[in-house]
């Protein structure tokens, strides 16, 4: 409990202070697309990684070419994956192209360290239907459907690069 006084009037709050050492500290896995957790890679899908002290800075690239953002790199296997977003409290990465199946041992570091390894299962590719979010400045395409949102990323890349705005 935390108490203010000015002489004349007193406040009091909760207040929730987190402590430690500034390593990463992945609380969960996250489907970006549908906001499910669990098992959530499937091949080339983006996933994020959620927690404290993830990255040093809010940075993205949708590119996809670049490996570290806001000092944060995600390891998958042991081998760096791209990370098209990076914040202190989440990590989005693109999940590897491999087999269905494969065990994935998930890791983020940063400069101050290395977070605890986080296991998911590789799952197979599905189909997707979602609705195409009205980017700002743009009107909503008038199509109803899209097989997967990863055809939504490549379009929004490709197409609308000048449009994206930091998440």
Same mark, same amino acid.
């Given at each position: 409990?935390?108490?203010?006084?000015?002489?004349?009037?007193?406040?009091? &709050?909760? =207040?929730? %202070?987190? *402590? !430690?050492?500034?390593?990463?500290?992945?609380?969960?896995?996250?489907? #970006? +697309?549908? /906001?499910?957790?669990?098992?959530?890679?499937?091949?080339?899908?983006?996933?994020?990684?959620?927690?404290?002290?993830?990255?040093?800075?809010?940075?993205?690239?949708?590119?996809?070419?670049?490996?570290?953002?806001?000092?944060?790199?995600?390891?998958?296997?042991? &081998?760096? =994956?791209? %990370?098209? *977003? !990076?914040?202190?409290?989440?990590?989005?990465?693109?999940?590897?192209? #491999? +087999?269905? /199946?494969?065990?994935?041992?998930?890791?983020?570091?940063?400069?101050?360290?290395?977070?605890?390894?986080?296991?998911?299962?590789?799952?197979?590719?599905?189909?997707?239907?979602?609705?195409?979010?009205?980017?700002?400045?743009?009107?909503?395409?008038?199509?109803? &459907?899209?097989?997967?949102?990863?055809?939504?990323?490549?379009?929004?890349?490709?197409?609308?690069?000048?449009?994206? +705005?930091?998440?």
């Amino acid at each position: 409990m935390f108490t203010a006084s000015d002489g004349s009037s007193t406040i009091s &709050s909760e =207040v929730i %202070v987190q *402590a !430690a050492p500034g390593v990463p500290l992945i609380k969960e896995l996250r489907d #970006t +697309a549908s /906001g499910s957790s669990g098992t959530v890679c499937s091949p080339g899908s983006r996933v994020s990684l959620r927690g404290g002290w993830l990255a040093g800075a809010t940075e993205s690239d949708w590119s996809g070419d670049r490996q570290e953002l806001g000092g944060a790199a995600v390891l998958v296997n042991g &081998s760096r =994956v791209p %990370v098209p *977003a !990076a914040s202190p409290t989440e990590v989005t990465f693109k999940c590897p192209n #491999t +087999a269905a /199946g494969a065990i994935l041992n998930l890791e983020l570091e940063t400069a101050a360290g290395r977070s605890h390894v986080i296991n998911t299962v590789l799952r197979e590719s599905t189909l997707q239907f979602s609705r195409y979010p009205k980017l700002p400045g743009t009107k909503r395409p008038r199509l109803s &459907s899209i097989l997967s949102w990863r055809c939504l990323e490549t379009i929004v890349t490709r197409v609308y690069p000048h449009k994206l +705005a930091t998440r």
